[in-house]
């Protein structure tokens, strides 16, 4: 009884500090992310008040968070949109790879990490931050941008990656090998295929056999098949988290938009225990030697992603203001950083601090690059259009003689 009451008085704290923390939040314009971060490391291992009698319901409660951030992403997104954006979007998701998975990669090797944890440590500072990126979004009121489907596109194609990127990583955490890696790969790639053909082919039928009047039924259903899918892909080593987003994809139409509005509230909760569990698993100590290469990865990568956005959008024929806006929206990394470093942490220990710090950063200073990189990019190219255009001073410039005058001059003098 004594346990129970603990874990209750435990519990009830930490999810009302969440709403406290997320009320401040939205009051002060940032995403949450951040805070429930330090609120992680505030209370869990080294940090004031370590919560013991929760531990296991908080852990249980992150993979379920993962499990709904994924599921409600792929609600967002329908099979033929994905197809869609891979077609048209596929060499701007290959320069948002090649420009910001490297610096990760080579950080990763720099500190000695070896292959897998500059695999894991790539992954962190490619993918952006889906949930930050639309809020920020909306909040700005730039959903209806000329800029905004490129955007969109650019995430859609990263988190079509995940569906690769993720059972791979899992993979080499588990050391298998070559060999047992082509597998799985193999078996994420045929597992994505076959739900994206699915959900093209037969995507009403599927979404008629879950579909309900009945809002309870509807998100028991929903939730439940979820859940074994997820459990099933983990047991496949595709990853929990790829197995939600491809029944999220499966679905469509009105069982989409139904669901979404049921289990919105459920991710929001899960999800901001998963923050906070991920820095609970992260001793506070362990973050100020690692502050600075944290702060040089992201200062790198600001400038990457920039570049992602300015590069997509202007093959989409989008104007500077409008690529910059791009860029700089595209910044802010979150969800999946934080992900990819808890599947990492167990077999290299040292990408929790490094990942806490960098995602505190990018978190932070993404809507502040969505709001002014494209305002003081146009500041600085007035500027520099300023210098190469220097006018000759008037006092300076020779008059011509009344010879010299053409009868064009000669009109304007007159004048």
């Not at 939205?26 to 370590?50: H, N």
């Not at 894991?120 to 909306?138: H, Q, Y």
């Not at 225990?273 to 702060?295: K, Q, R």
């Not at 590069?311 to 979150?334: D, E």
């Amino acid at each position: 009884m004594h346990d129970t009451t603990a874990l209750l008085v435990e519990l009830g704290s930490v999810i009302l500090g969440l709403g406290i923390i997320g009320r401040f939040a939205g009051r002060i314009g940032l995403s949450p992310i951040p805070l429930y971060l330090l609120a992680g490391l505030a209370f869990g291992e080294g940090g004031l008040l370590p919560l013991g009698a929760s531990e296991e319901f908080t852990a249980i409660g992150a993979e379920i968070g993962v499990i709904l951030l994924l599921l409600l992403l792929g609600l967002e997104y329908s099979a033929s949109e994905l197809v869609t954006s891979l077609k048209t979007q596929y060499p701007s998701g290959a320069v948002d790879f090649v420009l910001n998975a490297t610096p990760g990669a080579i950080a990763g090797l720099m500190l000695g990490w070896g292959p897998v944890g500059a695999v894991a440590l790539a992954g962190v500072t490619w993918i952006s931050s889906s949930g930050v990126i639309a809020k920020v979004m909306t909040d700005m009121g730039r959903l209806g941008n000329r800029e905004t489907p490129v955007i969109l596109g650019v995430l859609v194609i990263e988190d079509l990656a995940m569906a690769v990127y993720l059972p791979l990583l899992t993979a080499m955490l588990a050391g298998v090998g070559l060999a047992g890696g082509s597998v799985a790969l193999l078996i994420a790639l045929g597992t994505v295929g076959f739900v994206l053909y699915l959900a093209l082919r037969h995507g009403r039928l599927i979404s008629r056999a879950v579909s309900s009047d009945n809002p309870e039924m509807l998100l028991l259903v929903v939730l439940g098949l979820t859940v074994l899918v997820a459990g099933i892909a983990q047991q496949l080593q595709v990853s929990a988290a790829v197995g939600a987003f491809l029944v999220g994809i499966a679905l469509s139409g009105e069982v989409a938009e139904g669901a979404r509005k049921l289990l919105t509230p459920l991710r929001d909760l899960f999800a901001a225990v998963f923050f906070v569990f991920f820095g609970l698993s992260t001793d506070p100590a362990e973050i100020p030697p690692v502050l600075l290469p944290a702060a040089l990865l992201a200062i790198v990568t600001v400038f990457t992603k920039i570049g992602t956005g300015w590069y997509a959008s202007r093959r989409a024929g989008i104007g500077p203001r409008g690529r910059w806006r791009a860029g700089g929206t595209l910044v802010a990394r979150g969800e999946f950083s934080i992900v990819i470093a808890g599947l990492a942490v167990a077999t290299e220990p040292r990408i929790g601090p490094i990942a806490t710090a960098y995602v505190l950063i990018l978190v932070i200073a993404g809507p502040l690059t969505a709001r002014w990189t494209e305002p003081v990019a146009s500041k600085l190219q007035a500027a520099l259009a300023g210098r190469r255009k220097k006018p000759v001073p008037v006092a300076d410039a020779p008059m011509p003689s009344h010879d010299d005058l053409t009868p064009e001059h000669a009109g304007r003098d007159s004048d």
